[in-house]
């Protein structure tokens, strides 16, 4: 068994002819919290998707834990290995708080017992104290709808400590935030979220939320990696110029 | 840009055609020995105009009338119902959100297509003839014909709106951990339920229309009534029994633009 939890290894994806990723490889160690920048179009979000398992690599590979993503369907043994956050669309705005959070379960709970606690939810107790350790424990009955940008995402984040996987997938957690309310949240990630055994791929476009609170970068343009350094060495010319 | 011309240059085309076939339809009206008007019609036509200042508001017909006009809803609300029921299930299938097998899937997606376009394809109407000369005149034929024709509408509709719901947080609860039924009922069914809703509701007022119309072949109901007084001449009854079908329709309207509304705000 490796010491690093993710293995990426000359990862391709094709969309048709076009490529999306060129040879991508890097490796994540347990408890890192990793970035990832780039312009739109770069192949981020593709990167992403794959390690999510969610699309396939057209060539190399991804281990999670020495685990080959590409061969796992969406279920119990993908949800305990990688899960996602995204721009503030990851929850299902007709649902109430309370089962949006507890779809973090869903790897775990048979068919029935995810009706059952759509109509009444389980672990009601469990859900309120995570609610409040993040703030929103007045929301817990609330429509996800009508909860501010900042509020959803900290729903996201309840519903990941439920499922508890190894490794958290960020894709732009907080460009739809304003800027108190994205400090907010990439703190709640680095303190909820991070932990000895578990891992944080993070895209962001912020220089200061970058040097801030990941340990390392990684810079993608035009489908590959052009560069992969730790978060003390980033200055903001390196960044204009992979944003040129 | 040839693309382009070649677009422009068929769609001229597609618009001479449909023009003269236009002109040739009206042309094949003139062309027959009938006469297009019954004029001995008009005496009729205008005592009918006339019997509205002499409607039928007798208690005991009103009473009738207002009977027939519950047993119309009834059918309606029946026919729908059992379409609903029947329906869900089938339309999550036909869907394709639902099975992880591509295979399997596939299979289940073309024939309940194919099945739901087959009896969608009949109108309610036809179906009520069909079922009349098998189970004979019974309430049971209006249900059934509401109900053949609306699993395939609304099967149909279920299943476009559980595909075309957004993707993101579809992929947020399969990382999450849910497989393909799971992220139906936690992801795809909420995100649809507004619009499946409102279209349930939308389908209800074109149900009570047609369960009105269906009763003009002998089921009971208020076109049944209006058939029977239109056959003994009673035009003042007649102009009651259109008046309770309007107002029927009316309230049903109002009462599905209402729901509609506030689900969709």
């Given at each position: 068994m490796s010491n690093n939890l993710i293995e990426v290894d000359g990862?391709?994806?094709?969309?048709?002819?076009?490529?999306?990723?060129?040879?991508?490889?890097?490796?994540?160690?347990?408890?890192?919290?990793?970035?990832?920048?780039?312009?739109s179009g770069s192949g981020k979000t593709t990167l992403l998707n794959m390690i999510s398992g969610l699309s396939k690599p057209s060539a190399g590979s991804i281990k999670i834990s020495d685990k080959d993503i590409g061969k796992l369907k969406p279920g119990k043994e993908l949800a305990a290995l990688v899960g996602m956050i995204d721009q503030q669309y990851s929850i299902v705005p007709e649902l109430n708080v309370i089962n949006n959070v507890l779809a973090g379960n869903l790897?775990?709970?048979?068919?029935?017992?995810?009706?059952?606690?759509?109509?009444?939810?389980?672990?009601?107790?469990?859900?309120?104290l995570m609610l409040k350790d993040l703030g929103i424990e007045d929301k817990i009955n609330n429509k996800a709808a009508h909860l501010s940008g900042g509020e959803q995402q900290r729903v996201s984040i309840a519903r990941l400590l439920i499922q508890n996987p190894m490794v958290?997938?960020?894709?732009?957690?907080?460009?739809?935030?304003?800027?108190?309310?994205?400090?907010?949240?990439?703190?709640?990630?680095?303190?909820?979220l991070v932990t000895e055994n578990r891992s944080v791929i993070i895209t962001l476009h912020n220089t200061k939320l970058i040097q801030n609170y990941c340990s390392r970068l990684i810079g993608i343009k035009e489908h590959?990696?052009?560069?992969?350094?730790?978060?003390?060495?980033?200055?903001e010319e390196m960044l204009s110029e992979l944003y040129k | 840009m040839k693309q382009i011309s070649n677009y422009v240059e068929s769609k001229k085309i597609l618009t001479l055609i449909l023009v003269a076939a236009f002109i040739w339809s009206v042309m094949t009206?003139?062309?027959?020995?009938?006469?297009l008007i019954s004029y001995d019609g008009f005496s009729t036509l205008l005592n009918f105009l006339w019997s509205i200042f002499y409607l039928d508001i007798?208690?005991?017909?009103?009473?009738?009338?207002?009977?027939?006009?519950?047993?119309?809803?009834?059918?309606?609300?029946?026919?729908?119902?059992?379409?609903?029921i029947i329906a869900i299930p089938v339309g999550i299938l036909s869907?394709?959100?639902?099975?992880?097998?591509?295979?399997?899937?596939?299979?289940?997606?073309v024939v309940l297509r194919f099945l739901l376009a087959a009896t969608r394809s009949i109108h309610e109407l036809v179906w009520a003839l069909l079922l009349v000369s098998i189970i004979g005149l019974s309430p049971m034929v209006a249900v059934l014909a509401l109900t053949i024709p609306y699993v395939g509408i609304l099967g149909r509709i279920f299943a476009e709106q559980l595909r075309d719901v957004?993707?993101?947080?579809?992929?947020?609860?399969?990382?999450?951990?849910?497989?393909?039924?799971?992220?139906?009922?936690?992801?795809?069914?909420?995100?649809?339920?507004?619009?499946?809703?409102?279209?349930?509701?939308?389908?209800?007022?074109?149900?009570?229309?047609?369960?009105?119309?269906?009763?003009?072949?002998?089921?009971q109901g208020i076109g049944y009534q209006i058939h029977l007084s239109l056959l003994d001449l009673k035009f003042g009854q007649v102009w009651t029994g259109l008046i309770c079908l309007t107002i029927m329709v009316i309230v049903v309207d109002l009462w599905s633009t209402t729901v509609r509304k506030a689900l969709t705000t």
């Open positions: 990862v391709t994806k094709y969309y048709g002819a076009d490529p999306a990723l060129k040879d991508v490889s890097f490796s994540v160690g347990r408890g890192e919290i990793i970035g990832i920048a780039g312009p790897g775990n709970w048979s068919l029935l017992k995810s009706l059952v606690s759509l109509i009444y939810p389980l672990e009601r107790e469990k859900v309120s958290v997938l960020a894709d732009e957690p907080v460009s739809s935030l304003d800027p108190t309310r994205a400090e907010d949240i990439m703190q709640l990630i680095k303190s909820k590959s990696v052009v560069f992969d350094v730790s978060s003390d060495h980033i200055n | 009206i003139f062309n027959t020995d009938q006469a007798t208690p005991d017909f009103l009473f009738i009338c207002f009977k027939a006009v519950i047993q119309t809803i009834l059918y309606a609300f029946a026919g729908l119902s059992l379409a609903i869907s394709g959100t639902y099975i992880h097998n591509t295979y399997i899937n596939n299979t289940f997606v957004p993707e993101q947080p579809i992929r947020a609860l399969l990382t999450n951990g849910a497989n393909y039924p799971k992220a139906v009922i936690y992801g795809r069914i909420p995100l649809a339920m507004p619009n499946i809703i409102s279209y349930i509701f939308y389908r209800l007022e074109c149900g009570i229309r047609s369960a009105a119309i269906m009763s003009f072949i002998g089921i």
